[in-house]
């Protein structure tokens, strides 16, 4: 058995790396073919600056305050996010009289909200720290009151009946049930913490990778804009990557049941 399944796992990895290769291999010959602009660099190019950049003592600067960034906003996200959403999905009335207000805030682009923060804030860390912070907590709370909401009819049924104290049902009922919905959320939220935070930084000037990407942009040095651009994109597969398998680690028991 897990003969196969290291086989399996070698054979999924493959595939994906023959997908990256097809991908890069497709994106030279376009740009040989002259189909994209002139100032969209080669893989070889590409190559090259990245290695420029993991040697370069500005890179590390600029990602130190891209990650301190995101995830101070992404930490006060999820404790607010949980903790809004384990009280707001558990009582029902409080759910009923919240849900226009959160369908609203869900849906409406925190980054219109920049200007508001840098006029309170000024353009700092603190700011970007901030909408960090509230473009991550949706996800969170949304996915947290629907696991809230997830209880099913007999055990609310049985929680009434006997009466069970609110301390106990909290640990032994309403958290085990959210746990999965609230681990998706924080899984959603990671990834967001880190585009916000990017994103920011190219519309503030705010130091971290978005500033790197403007200036190198500016210098016309696309090879290395694009080699930043890579690096956000790894940082936020990576911590996604190590979220879902922390997840699948602790709640094992969740994903056999699913089975």
């Known amino acids: 058995m897990k003969t196969s399944t290291k086989a399996l796992d070698w054979g999924l990895t ?16 376009i740009i040989w073919s002259g189909a994209l602009p002139s100032m969209t660099p080669g893989v070889g190019a590409l190559a090259s600056s ?26 006060i996200a999820v404790a607010a996010g949980t903790v809004l959403g384990l009280l707001i999905g558990s009582i029902r009335a ?42 991550c907590l949706w996800p969170v709370l949304v996915q947290t009151i629907y696991g809230a909401r997830r ?32 681990a998706t959320g924080i899984r959603i939220s990671a990834s967001i913490a880190i585009l916000v935070a990017v994103g920011v930084e190219v519309l503030s000037q705010t130091p971290g990778i978005g500033r790197q990407i403007t200036l190198a942009q500016q210098a016309q040095r696309w ?27 602790i709640l094992t028991w969740n994903r056999q049941t699913n089975d």
């Not at 849900?99 to 869900?106: A, K, N, P, V």
């Not at 353009?123 to 970007?128: F, S």
């Not at 080699?227 to 996604?240: D, T």
Request: no cysteine.
């Open 94 to 135: 409080l759910d009923r009289s919240t849900s226009i207000l959160i369908d609203f805030g869900r849906s409406f682009p925190v980054l219109a909200l920049m200007p508001v923060v840098i006029m309170l804030l000024g353009a700092t860390a603190q700011m970007e720290t901030v909408v960090v912070a509230l473009s």
């Open 223 to 249: 090879d290395s804009a694009f080699a930043y651009l890579f690096f956000a994109g790894l940082v936020g597969w990576g911590i996604a990557s190590l979220l879902n398998y922390a997840e699948g680690r």
């Open 151 to 182: 209880m099913d009819p007999a055990v609310v049924d049985t929680v009434r009946t006997f009466q069970i104290p609110a301390l106990l049902r909290f640990r032994r009922i309403l958290l085990p049930s959210a746990t999965p919905f609230i």
């Open 14 to 29: 493959t595939q994906r790396l023959l997908a990256v290769a097809a991908l890069l291999a497709a994106w030279q010959v």
């Open 50 to 75: 990245i290695g420029a950049a993991l040697t370069s003592a500005t890179f590390w600067s600029a990602l130190a305050q891209t990650m301190t960034a995101a995830v101070s906003g992404w930490l």
